[in-house]
């Protein structure tokens, strides 16, 4: 039989595990919610985030002699133990839950209190000499402490959706240098328009996405404004007078950024608009990196009846009943992480839109989504950079050949012989299989000279002059 210790709240008395950090109010929220599977212990940043709030709101308190030292102390060293990465497993509730994240802050609150008691030499769920509410929560409310903690999560995320952006940038950049020589077709609508290199089209591919980088770090910024000492509804009931600032003052030390307590906390306490930009500027990227999955599948397809232009790295056997078949495995998967990012932006939307008076109470399933988004973001992004960008290999020869038996290339012809006489080699060519270069020397409409000059695929990949 397991142990329990027995605790009690509002509804009465409740059985806990004895060796539970966590108390009576996770152990509810545990029974009520089982919607995701994806618990708070999932989340690692999402924890240091409300250990790194729960560390700022005890030094402010002890600073305004509101905590005694001893208190404050066991307080800290159970704050930096969760920062560090210790006992996360104590944090099993849901991440969609009700009650607009109270759960969340009173199971960091249950579990700062057990620890501090351990530190302080008496035994879980002793609260008189630590209370989850009295000491750990002081001067807080869940709807001042909630957001915060998800803010400081969400601005740490964001460095690493950053690097991973800045990863594969730098891996489409390398492909960029390496394929700058090889000459392949261009195509508008699917078909042939005219020539360029595969190193353009790679460095196309690099720079729409390095485009995005300051636009999520801009994002992000908005995460490091918070409304600490807003308490309940953002007039700031039973927190003293400059606890507000002092406590984003010592936030922004723990963190070692220039967090700022927000201009009107009544504003801060219901308004999320900042998520929902931050979820655009990671939707826009989802769209963008989609295409350029899109574009590979379409220039890796084949390998004898398709586009066939490159090879992409071979991750797995393709069928369960074509031997030899191989599939572009890893811009699928990317493609639907994107998908799912780009629907969980919707989620978003609604989940900001639906506050009501002074406090939104949908910002679980807000912040589950956004941090979902952004972690299928980093690994597929990595995945992309590792499994597929790095190892992709030009058809350089069959790219080549595409160029020169393109009936595109006459439109490079356009400013010397005019779109109607352009327009008609084009259509004998198509009619006849005979090629755009022959068929102008034919009809005499240039001499072989002129055209070995004009029609050199290097000479079309850049603006030039035309001379009369």
């Known amino acids: 039989m397991k142990q329990t210790r027995i605790e009690s709240d509002l509804l009465g008395e409740i059985e806990v595990p004895i060796n539970a950090y966590y108390g009576v109010q996770t152990q509810r929220a545990i029974a009520n919610f089982a919607i995701s599977k994806q618990k708070l212990a999932d989340y690692p940043s999402f924890i240091k985030g409300l250990a790194l709030v729960k560390w700022a709101a005890a030094k402010t308190n002890y600073e305004l002699q509101l905590l005694d030292s001893t208190i404050y102390q066991a307080i800290e060293t159970a704050c930096k133990e969760l920062v560090d990465g210790q006992f996360h497993q104590d944090f099993p509730i849901d991440m969609i839950q009700g009650g607009a994240g109270t759960s969340t802050n009173m199971n960091a609150n249950e579990v700062i209190a057990n620890r501090a008691l351990e530190i302080l030499g008496h035994a879980k769920g002793e609260y008189q000499y630590c209370s989850p509410n009295d000491h750990v929560n002081l001067s807080q409310s869940t709807n001042d402490a909630y957001p915060t903690a998800f803010k400081v999560a969400l601005f740490e995320m964001n460095q690493r959706v950053v690097l991973s952006l800045k990863t594969l940038v730098q891996a489409l950049e390398e492909k960029e240098v390496a394929f700058q020589e090889i000459l392949k077709m261009g195509r508008t609508q699917l078909q042939d328009a005219v020539p360029m290199t595969l190193g353009q089209e790679f460095g196309a591919f690099a720079f729409t996405l390095a485009r995005e980088i300051n636009k999520l770090e801009e994002a992000s910024l908005s995460f490091l404004e918070i409304n600490m000492g807003a308490t309940a509804i953002g007039t700031g009931l039973n927190a003293v007078p400059g606890y507000a600032t002092l406590c984003a ?19 801060a306490t219901s308004d999320t608009s900042g998520l929902v930009a931050y979820s655009n500027a990671l939707k826009k990227i989802a769209i963008k990196l989609s295409k350029m999955c899109n574009d590979l599948r379409l220039l890796s397809s084949g390998p004898r009846t398709g586009l066939a232009e490159i090879q992409l790295p071979a991750m797995q056997p393709g069928s369960s009943i074509m031997p030899g078949k191989v599939n572009p495995v890893i811009p699928e998967v990317v493609n639907q992480v994107c998908f799912k990012v780009i629907g969980n932006d919707m989620t978003i939307t609604m989940a900001s839109e639906a506050a009501q008076l002074q406090l939104n109470v949908m910002e679980p399933v807000l912040v589950h989504s956004l941090m979902e988004s952004m972690e299928w973001m ?77 029609l050199d695929p290097k000479h079309m990949l850049a603006p030039h002059g035309v001379t009369k």
Request: charged fraction near 20%; include cysteine; hydrophobic fraction near 40%.
């Open 249 to 267: 003052q010592n936030l922004g030390e723990l963190m070692q950024q220039p967090v700022v307590s927000a201009a009107n906390l009544i504003e």
């Open 378 to 454: 980093i690994q597929a992004m990595d995945t992309l950079q590792e499994k597929c960008i790095k190892g992709i290999q030009a058809n350089a020869d069959h790219t080549k050949e595409q160029v020169l038996q393109s009936i595109g290339i006459v439109t490079a012809l356009n400013p010397y012989i005019g779109y109607k006489a352009s327009t008609k080699i084009a259509k004998e060519a198509l009619e006849t299989g005979k090629g755009v270069y022959d068929l102008i020397l034919a009809h005499q409409l240039m001499t072989k000279e002129q055209l070995d000059e004009l």
